[in-house]
């Protein structure tokens, strides 16, 4: 969700206001994407890198988060949106962590999209925990390392069970990963809007999703014979 500053800048307003429309567009998007099916959706809204912007921005960001998740969660409910966290929870301001404790607790009964917040994540932090929890699990006697693979460490991930990405996002015309999801998305589509977040819509995620559907997703094979004759 990249361009919020830029656009309140454009406006000639302080970068604040981008980040109050760009919480409006994400419950757009939410809800677009609960209607269209999405199984998981997760959304970046604050990196580990983020901790070093001005203390008040961040601070604003902090609260605007808070009063987000305090109000929406009945909504998350009613359209059976299961929320999830994945990050350093413990950098959190305590009002944050308490509202998103909450919002994790009301809706873990739901069962239709998996929104998965990334709050004060990076992801090589996530690999790097993920290394230690092995590792502890080995020193402990209770595991093997010949036991540790791919599929294992997956499953040691904090993303986990939600399965590997199919498709990302990225808005303002940036062309970065900026340490997401690195090893969960391997074998991601991606795709860069130069649309700026706030301007974000239903309509231009419609238009992405059509575009991603009529990739070709080898997945690192070459296609059976019979299927590249009739491409
Ligand atoms: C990037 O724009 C955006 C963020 C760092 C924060 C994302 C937060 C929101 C969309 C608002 C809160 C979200 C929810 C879901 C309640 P930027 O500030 O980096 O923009 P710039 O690159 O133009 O400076």
Redesign the pocket.
């Known amino acids: 969700?990249?361009?919020?500053?830029?656009?309140a800048?454009h406006q000639g307003r302080p970068?604040h206001f981008?980040?109050?429309k760009?919480?409006r567009?994400?419950?757009k998007i939410i809800t677009a994407a609960s209607d269209m099916g999405i199984e998981n959706l997760t959304?970046?809204?604050?990196?580990t890198e983020?901790w070093l912007r001005p203390v008040q921005e961040v601070s604003l960001?902090m609260r605007?988060?808070a009063k987000?998740?305090q109000r929406e969660t009945k909504n998350l409910i009613k359209k059976n949106i299961r929320f999830t966290i994945i990050g350093d929870l413990d950098r959190l301001p305590h009002d944050l962590k308490i509202a998103a404790n909450q919002a994790i607790w009301a809706t873990q009964a739901c069962s239709g999209m998996n929104l998965i917040?990334a709050l004060s994540y990076g992801s090589r932090q996530e690999i790097a925990e993920t290394a230690k929890a092995l590792a502890y699990k080995v020193k402990n006697g209770d595991l093997d390392p010949d036991q540790i693979d791919e599929s294992l460490f997956s499953t040691h991930l904090s993303t986990y069970p939600a399965p590997d990405v199919d498709l990302i996002i990225r808005t303002?015309g940036?062309k970065r990963i900026s340490n997401f999801l690195l090893w969960q998305s391997s074998y991601s589509e991606f795709y860069f809007s130069d649309t700026?977040?706030p301007d974000f819509s239903k309509q231009e995620l419609t238009a992405i999703i059509n575009d991603f559907s009529a990739r070709d997703r080898r997945f690192g094979k070459v296609k059976p014979h019979h299927e590249q004759l009739t491409r």
């Open positions: 969700m990249d361009g919020n500053g830029r656009w800048q970068r981008g980040h109050i760009g919480a567009t994400a419950k959304m970046y809204a604050f990196s983020n960001l605007l988060l987000y998740l917040f303002s940036e700026l977040w």
